[in-house]
């Protein structure tokens, strides 16, 4: 193998990350690595406790001798051309620092690092330094753009890197350190980064939502839009157009309770905001729920749901 300069490694990795996101069709936060495996009929994610069991061994044995204190590693049966992802889940781990070790595991396969390079597992003491090194600084590099792309993240207008680690899944002091170091050096925009932010598209839609702020993913990053002017007399009954607001001109739906951008009641049963956020989502622009009349807040849809929610 030979070593290119970090930047040109640095590049060749960042293409294979976006081309990664895209072969497995991920579009949302955060990622998960199990679905992923999944689609690969030659990977296997084993547990510490699992591959204990399959070789008749005590765990101690397998963190000790086959893990050696790492957190993940990955074996490649040549013949069988076959993968297994192992990962130590022990309760010191916390679920963002075992998120990471698995894209990192996951990292090493699909840069070709094993098969490449003739080797059954990456393990420090069987390798030159410089090789190790470098296979981890790319399987780290790998991990941090395939979690928590920096190009998506300008896509969010998120440059804090707490909420970045929060949104992505690796609130983990280790974890986080490890994508601040693999992420810190890269400053090129490459063009398979604007297809990557076109496939999050749906991800990062502004919408407003009816919740309590306490509730939502980052909270810091949830804003309200200023309630339209009133006019000085609603319009007048004949006037007035079905779908639009007599007392600010907004727009609202035909069966909406409230005006979504003065927050008046439009039916004359119904005069209070409800106490409780309903959940309904709106248009980016709405400053009130149209459903209960309650403030609401803008934020990016993948903030708060689940993909199969649109
Ligand atoms: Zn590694
Ligand atoms: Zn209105
Ligand atoms: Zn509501």
């Given at each position: ?14 293409g294979?990350?976006?081309q990664f ?14 679905d ?9 994610l084993?547990y ?17 001798h086959?893990?050696?204190?790492q ?92 909420a970045?680690?929060?949104?992505c899944?690796i ?13 810190e050096?890269?400053?090129?925009v490459?063009?398979n ?15 407003t939502?009816?919740?309590n ?5 980052v ?48 039916k ?15 248009d ?27």
């Amino acid at each position: 193998m030979h070593f290119p300069n970090s930047s040109d490694r640095a590049l060749r990795v960042f293409g294979y990350a976006h081309q990664f996101l895209r072969e497995h069709n991920i579009h949302w936060l955060p990622i998960n690595p199990e679905d992923i495996i999944n689609m690969h009929s030659n990977w296997t994610l084993k547990y510490v406790h699992q591959l204990a069991d399959e070789i008749k061994v005590t765990e101690r044995h397998v963190l000790d001798h086959v893990m050696r204190s790492q957190d993940g590693l990955s074996m490649y049966d040549v013949k069988a051309d076959k993968y297994d992802i192992l990962i130590n889940a022990a309760d010191d781990k916390s679920p963002g620092r075992i998120l990471w070790t698995k894209l990192h595991e996951i990292g090493h396969i699909y840069l070709g690092h094993l098969q490449d390079n003739h080797l059954t597992q990456i393990v420090e003491d069987e390798l030159p330094q410089e090789l190790y090194d470098q296979m981890e600084f790319e399987a780290d590099m790998f991990a941090g753009e395939v979690l928590a792309s920096k190009w998506l993240m300008r896509s969010l207008d998120i440059y804090d890197e707490k909420a970045i680690t929060t949104i992505c899944g690796i609130s983990d002091t280790a974890a986080h350190n490890r994508y601040i170091k693999a992420t810190e050096d890269y400053d090129f925009v490459p063009a398979n980064a604007i297809l990557t932010q076109a496939r999050f598209s749906e991800y990062c839609k502004e919408i407003t939502v009816c919740m309590n702020k306490d509730d939502m993913l980052v909270a810091e990053l949830a804003v309200q839009n200023p309630p339209r002017a009133k006019y000085v007399k609603p319009k007048a009954k004949f006037l007035r157009r079905s779908g639009e607001c007599p007392y600010c001109g907004g727009r609202h739906s035909i069966g909406a309770n409230f005006c979504p951008y003065c927050g008046t009641a439009l039916k004359s049963y119904q005069k209070d905001a409800k106490s409780e956020p309903c959940g309904n989502r709106q248009d980016a622009n709405a400053a009130f729920c149209e459903q209960c009349g309650r403030p609401v807040f803008r934020t990016r849809q993948g903030f708060c749901f689940e993909e199969c929610e649109i």
